[in-house]
């Protein structure tokens, strides 16, 4: 979520706010890392039953509208849903330019679903999704 005040354009108005503050910091902590992070509602479908996929492609048809345009006074821009397989979620992903300039990605859940729903969502992130864009889980020191 961003507010589009030069722009409708979500993608847009999101890399011009990491621009502007990765200039910023340029100019007044040089020595500063530039580490930026990006939300986004992911939720792979994977290993979830067919009731489930069929929420999930509800939840995203149902927010969906909101994307292609400012909401209210503050010109509210809003990320689309990455709801489908790990393997579209990767494409779109990959195609994001928001992405490629982030240091670090964030999955955001809905707040209406399961804890079932959660465990399927976040198994299918952390094996079929992160692994393809690199991550790889941190070593769990020994006791």
Do not use: C, K
């Amino acid at each position: 979520m961003v507010f589009g005040e030069a722009s409708d354009d979500f993608t847009t108005t999101q890399l011009s706010l990491i621009n502007g503050y990765r200039a910023r910091l340029t100019a007044d902590r040089p020595d500063q890392p530039r580490r930026v992070a990006l939300g986004r509602v992911i939720v792979p479908t994977d290993s979830a039953g067919a009731a489930a996929r069929e929420r999930y492609r509800q939840y995203a048809a149902s927010r969906y509208e909101r994307t292609l345009a400012p909401q209210g006074e503050r010109r509210v821009l809003f990320a689309p849903d990455l709801v489908g397989s790990a393997e579209q979620i990767v494409e779109w992903l990959h195609a994001d330019p928001v992405l490629a300039e982030t240091n670090e990605l964030r999955l955001e859940l809905p707040y209406e679903f399961t804890l079932d729903d959660y465990r399927q969502i976040l198994h299918d992130t952390v094996d079929l999704v992160a692994p393809q864009l690199g991550w790889r889980p941190a070593a769990v020191p020994a006791r």
